[in-house]
C-alpha cells in the first residue's frame, strides 16, 4: 500500500508510524510444537512433589508463600495484588526454586481493576460488544499493571432466577446474549496475544450451570436435562472456548449428581474431548476439598483423586493436591494423568509469554491505573448500561435549568453502593454518587438532598455497619446550592425537601452487599423502610423520577402504577453519578436493554422469555398453563427498554424464504427514528422452529444490533444468520437442523416485534 502525503502531514504522519510500532510488534505466542517440546523438557526434570505444586494454587493471605514457592511447591497465587508484591513472590520463584518456573497471580477483576464498571450484568444490556470489549481492555491494562496475569473472569453463568444473587456477575438469561457478551469479555482481556505485557489470560466460570442452583439458593444442587445443559448453560462456554479463552474454572455446584469439580462428563468429555479446550482448568475456591462435603469423597486423597482424574487442573487454596505424590506413589492415580494436567499449566504459562516476562513494570503501576481515559471509557460503559422502564409524559429528560430539585434516598449519595459488589481495587472516594452527577450538571440550581432512611436500616444483618461503612462525601457536604441532610434522617425530613422542590429523583434499591456472592434473597421487596419512602414522595404530587440501583429486578408493581419515569441504573460504576446525569438530563438518550426478564413479583420465578409452548400455552382460559389470580407474564420482557424518542419497525424482508441447512437466514427490516430525539435502538432477531424432535422454545434471540438514528432518520437493519445456528439437539443429542416453517421476528424487545416465517429445506 503506498501512502501519498506531502509536507508537514507527512512529518506527522511518520511520526505517528514510529510511535505505532510497539503495537504491531506484539509479542507472539510460540508455535504448539515448540511448546509442547518445552513442556516435554520442563516435565522431564520435575519431581513429582513439583508436578503437584504446579497444580496448586494458594492464598495471598497463606503465611508459607515463600517457602512453598522456594521448594516449587506452589504454581499460582490469588489476591496477591499489587506490582511490588507481585515481583517479589515471582523473584523467589525465578531465583531460588529448582526449576524457576514462574508463577501466575490471579485476581477476581469482576468489573475493573481500580476503575470500576458497571456490574456485568448491567453492561451486558448494552446489547454493544464492541464497548464490553473496550472495557475489559482497560481493566486488563490496569491489572497487568498491578502484577496480576490471570483474571477469574468472566463469569458467563446463564441465570433466570434473580433470587441468586450471583445474577448481577454474568449476562442474564439468555444464551446467545451471553455467548457474544463472553466472546467480547474474552477478547478485552486478552487481546490479540496472552503474551502481551497488557493482556491477562481469561478464565470463564463456573463451568457449569452454577446459574440453575434450585432456588436460587447459593452453591445449590443443579438437576437438569442434558439439553436444557447443552442448549442453554454452555452456550457462552463453547463460545468462549472457541474465541480462544485461556482457562476455565468448575463450579460449585453438583451437576445431575456429580459435583463439577469431579465430573469428567463436563471437564474432560465434553470440554476436551468435544470442544478441544487445550488450557487449565481451576477448581473454585475450596471446591476440591468440598467434594467431601458433597459425600463424593470420603477424605482429602480421594477428594484430590477424583478431581484430577475428572479433568481440574488446579486446586484453589484448600492444599488437597498435596497428596498427588502419594496417590501417584500407592499407584492410585497414573503419571500420565498429573503430567497431562501440569502440561496444561505450562502450557497456559508460555502462552502468557511468563517465562520471558514474569515481572511486571511497577512504574505502570502510578501512571496506568483510574487515567482520566479510563474514567472516560467507565462512563460511556455506563451511559450504555442505563434502562429506562417508564417515561409517561415524556418526563425525562429533566431541564437542566429546572428551578429546584429534591434528590432523595439512601443510595442518592453513597460511593460505595455505586461500584456495587466485588468491585476489585475499586475505591469507594473515586465514586461520583447521583447526588454528585446531578450537582455537576445543575450549576446553582438549589438541591435538597435527604437520605429518607439511612443505609444502615437496609441490611438486617448485623455486619451491615462495618460493610457499608462509607465516609461521607466532603464534596457534597456544604456544596454550594446543596442542603444536606446528614445524621438522623426520616421519611418527614425527605417529604420536605420533596415540597420544596420542582421535581423530586428518588434513588433506592438494595446495597451492594445484597447482591453478589451467598447474597440470595427469597423477596424481591425494597429492603427496610424504603416503599413507605418512596409512597410517602408520591404523594407530595411533585413529579417523581425513580433510579433504581439494585443487583436484580425488585418488586415495582406500586412503583409502575405510580411513578411516571423508572430507570434501572444496577450499579454503574466509578463514574455511575455522571453517567446517570448525562442520562437523566438527555446528553445521552438510554439505550440499555434488559438482559433479563422482569418478574411481577418473586413467586413467578423463574420466567424467561425462551420458555416452552406446553400442551396448554397460555390463555385466558383456566385450564392452562399459568396461574390462577395471578399473570404469568413478567412485568418487563426480556430486551426491552425505552429511549427519549419512539422507532417505527416496517417493511419486514426475508431475502430468503427457504433455507438450506447448510446456507444462512437473510432478513431485512427499516426502522425510522419517529421522534425528535437522536437515539440508539437495539434491534434484536427472534427465531421460532414451529415442528423439531424435541419442543423448543416459543422465541429465541439470535441476533441483535444497535442503531443510532438521528430524528426522523430511518435505516435498513440487515440480519444474516447461519441455518446451523437455528438447529436444536435431537433427544439423542445430535445437533440438527430440523425442515420445515419457522417464525422470525424483527422486534424492540421478546414479545413484540414484526412476524414473518421462512422455510428450513432437508438435508
Ligand atoms: C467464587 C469465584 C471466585 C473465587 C476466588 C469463589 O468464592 O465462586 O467466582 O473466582 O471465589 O475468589
Redesign the pocket.
Known amino acids: 500500500m503506498v501512502y501519498r502525503v506531502s509536507g508537514a502531514r507527512s512529518v506527522f504522519l511518520s511520526l505517528l508510524f514510529v510511535l505505532y510500532i510497539p503495537s504491531f510488534a506484539m509479542p507472539q505466542e510460540p508455535s504448539n510444537d515448540a511448546i509442547e517440546r518445552r513442556i516435554d523438557a520442563l516435565l522431564g526434570q520435575m519431581t513429582v512433589e513439583e508436578k503437584a505444586g504446579q497444580l496448586t494454587l494458594l492464598d495471598g493471605i497463606n503465611p508459607r508463600i515463600p517457602d512453598l514457592v522456594k521448594q516449587g511447591l506452589a504454581g499460582s497465587i ?2 496477591a495484588y499489587g506490582a511490588e508484591r507481585a515481583n517479589s513472590i515471582q523473584r523467589i520463584a525465578m531465583e531460588q526454586s529448582r526449576l524457576k518456573i514462574p508463577l501466575i497471580f ?1 485476581y ?1 477483576v469482576i468489573h475493573g481493576y481500580r476503575t470500576i464498571f458497571p456490574l456485568p450484568l448491567a453492561s451486558a444490556g448494552s446489547f454493544d460488544p464492541e464497548m464490553i470489549e473496550r472495557s475489559e481492555r482497560v481493566a486488563a491494562k490496569e491489572s497487568t499493571a498491578a502484577g496480576v496475569k490471570w483474571v ?2 468472566p ?1 458467563v453463568d446463564i441465570a433466570r432466577d434473580p433470587r441468586w444473587g ?1 445474577i448481577v ?1 454474568g449476562a442474564g438469561e439468555d444464551p446467545y446474549l451471553g455467548s457474544v457478551v463472553a466472546v467480547a469479555r474474552v477478547r478485552g482481556f486478552q487481546g490479540d496475544s496472552m503474551a502481551d505485557p497488557q493482556s491477562v489470560v481469561a ?1 470463564v ?2 463451568f457449569a450451570a ?1 446459574g440453575a442452583a434450585e432456588g436460587g439458593r447459593d452453591y445449590n444442587t443443579v438437576d437438569i436435562s442434558e439439553q436444557l445443559l447443552r442448549e442453554v448453560y454452555l452456550s457462552p462456554f463453547h463460545a468462549a472456548v472457541s474465541a480462544g479463552v485461556g482457562t476455565l ?1 468448575s463450579a ?1 455446584n453438583d451437576l445431575n449428581g456429580v459435583p463439577a469439580t469431579a465430573n469428567r462428563h463436563l471437564l474432560t468429555g465434553i470440554l476436551r474431548d468435544e470442544w478441544k479446550f487445550d488450557g487449565l482448568v481451576v477448581s ?3 471446591a476440591v476439598r468440598e467434594l467431601i462435603d458433597h459425600g463424593v469423597a470420603g477424605d482429602r486423597p480421594e477428594a484430590a483423586l477424583k478431581a484430577i482424574t475428572a479433568g481440574t487442573d488446579v486446586d ?1 487454596v484448600d492444599g488437597v493436591y498435596a497428596s498427588l505424590p502419594q496417590l501417584v506413589q500407592s499407584g492410585k492415580l497414573p503419571m500420565s494423568v498429573l503430567d497431562e494436567a501440569v502440561r496444561r499449566v505450562l502450557r497456559v504459562k508460555i502462552r502468557a509469554g511468563l517465562f520471558e516476562h514474569p515481572y511486571a513494570d511497577p512504574s505502570r503501576e502510578k501512571t496506568d491505573l483510574l487515567t482520566a481515559e479510563n474514567r472516560q471509557v467507565s462512563r460511556q460503559m455506563a451511559q450504555e448500561s442505563i434502562v429506562l422502564l417508564k417515561n409517561e409524559g415524556n418526563l425525562l429528560p429533566l431541564d437542566r435549568h429546572v428551578k429546584s430539585l429534591a434528590v432523595i434516598g439512601p443510595l442518592a449519595d453513597d460511593k460505595a453502593t455505586q461500584l456495587g459488589s466485588w468491585a476489585a481495587q475499586g475505591q469507594a472516594k473515586d465514586a461520583i454518587t447521583p447526588l454528585e452527577g446531578i450537582r455537576s450538571k445543575t450549576g446553582n440550581t438549589p438541591i435538597f438532598f435527604a437520605e429518607g432512611v439511612t443505609l444502615d436500616s437496609l441490611v438486617p444483618r448485623k455486619e451491615a455497619t462495618t460493610i457499608l461503612a462509607a465516609p461521607a462525601p466532603s464534596t457534597a457536604v456544604g456544596a454550594p446550592g446543596i442542603s444536606v441532610n446528614r445524621g438522623p434522617t426520616s421519611i418527614r425530613d425527605a417529604v420536605n425537601a420533596a415540597k420544596k422542590a420542582d421535581v423530586a429523583v428518588l434513588v433506592l434499591g438494595e446495597p451492594a452487599n445484597m447482591t453478589g ?1 451467598a447474597s440470595s434473597r427469597a423477596t424481591f421487596d425494597f429492603p427496610g423502610e424504603q416503599q413507605e419512602l418512596l409512597q410517602a414522595i408520591v404523594a407530595v404530587g411533585k413529579p417523581v423520577v425513580l433510579v433504581l440501583e439494585s443487583g436484580r429486578p425488585l418488586d415495582i408493581r406500586w412503583a409502575n402504577d405510580h411513578v411516571p419515569a423508572i430507570i434501572q441504573a444496577w450499579y454503574l460504576g466509578t463514574e455511575a453519578g455522571n453517567a446517570l446525569a448525562d442520562v437523566l438530563f438527555g446528553e445521552v438518550s438510554p439505550s440499555a436493554r434488559l438482559p433479563l426478564s422482569w418478574p411481577r413479583f418473586v413467586g413467578q420465578v423463574p420466567v424467561y422469555y425462551n420458555h416452552k409452548s406446553t400442551g396448554r400455552p397460555t390463555s385466558a382460559d383456566r385450564w392452562h398453563t399459568g396461574y390462577q389470580y395471578e399473570s404469568m407474564e413478567p412485568l418487563f420482557p426480556f430486551g426491552y427498554g425505552l429511549t427519549y424518542t419512539t422507532f417505527k419497525y416496517s417493511n419486514l424482508k426475508i431475502l430468503t424464504p427457504t433455507v438450506s441447512p447448510t446456507g444462512r437466514l437473510r432478513v431485512t427490516a427499516d426502522i425510522q427514528n419517529a421522534g425528535e430525539r437522536p437515539a440508539v435502538e437495539v434491534v434484536q432477531l427472534y427465531v421460532h422452529d414451529r415442528v423439531a424432535p424435541t419442543s423448543r422454545p416459543v422465541r429465541e434471540l439470535k441476533g441483535f444490533t444497535r442503531v443510532a438514528l438521528a430524528p426522523g432518520e430511518s435505516k435498513t437493519v440487515e440480519f444474516s444468520v447461519r441455518a446451523n445456528d437455528l438447529g436444536s439437539y435431537d433427544p439423542d443429542m445430535h445437533w440438527i437442523v430440523p425442515s420445515g416453517t419457522y417464525d422470525v421476528w424483527v422486534a424492540p424487545n421478546a414479545i413484540t416485534g414484526i412476524p414473518g416465517t421462512f422455510q428450513m429445506l432437508g438435508h
Do not use: L, Q, S
Open positions: 490469588i489476591n490471579g477476581d477469574f473472569a463469569m450471583r456477575e478464565c466460570k463456573h452454577y474454572m460449585f473454585d475456591y475450596d484453589m456472592e
